[in-house]
């Protein structure tokens, strides 16, 4: 069963850091396209970040560039999602989704088709 379960959601004041991670089971998360989303009650998904297979080329949204980095932890088969400099905006709920047959990421949700649950992100003071 093709499964991911993200982690490292919680509270945090603003221009602090978080650490999210999606944990792959039943694949390897190298051979797949990884993105992480964000969703807020009453808003659409947005893509944040995505990286690729192969090369590991990676995107990200406008609102996350130059704060977050997206990267590979093949060991633990994790993709982890470096939050730094963190605004009240960035509160959501943040999903990553996979896509084994597809060699470069997307921004689009439709290009996923497995998908974690979600961890919550809060930035507040």
């Known amino acids: 069963q093709l499964q991911l379960v993200e982690s490292g959601g919680g509270l945090v004041q603003p221009g602090g850091s978080l650490r999210l991670s999606c944990a792959a089971s039943?694949?390897?998360?190298?051979?797949?396209?990884i993105g992480w989303f964000r969703q807020d009650p009453g808003k659409e998904r947005e893509g944040v970040s995505c990286?690729?297979?192969?090369?590991?080329?990676?995107y990200y949204s406008n609102s996350a560039k130059g704060r977050f980095t997206i990267s590979r932890d093949n060991a633990k088969n994790t993709v982890v999602l470096q939050m730094n400099s963190l605004k009240s905006e960035d509160t959501a709920i943040y999903y990553c989704?996979?896509?084994?047959?597809?060699?470069?990421?997307?921004?689009?949700?439709?290009?996923?088709?497995?998908w974690g649950r979600g961890t919550q992100v809060t930035v507040a003071s």
């Open positions: 039943g694949f390897t998360s190298d051979d797949s396209i």
């Open positions: 989704a996979a896509n084994l047959k597809y060699y470069y990421c997307s921004a689009y949700a439709d290009s996923y088709n497995v």
């Open positions: 990286i690729s297979r192969g090369n590991g080329s990676t």
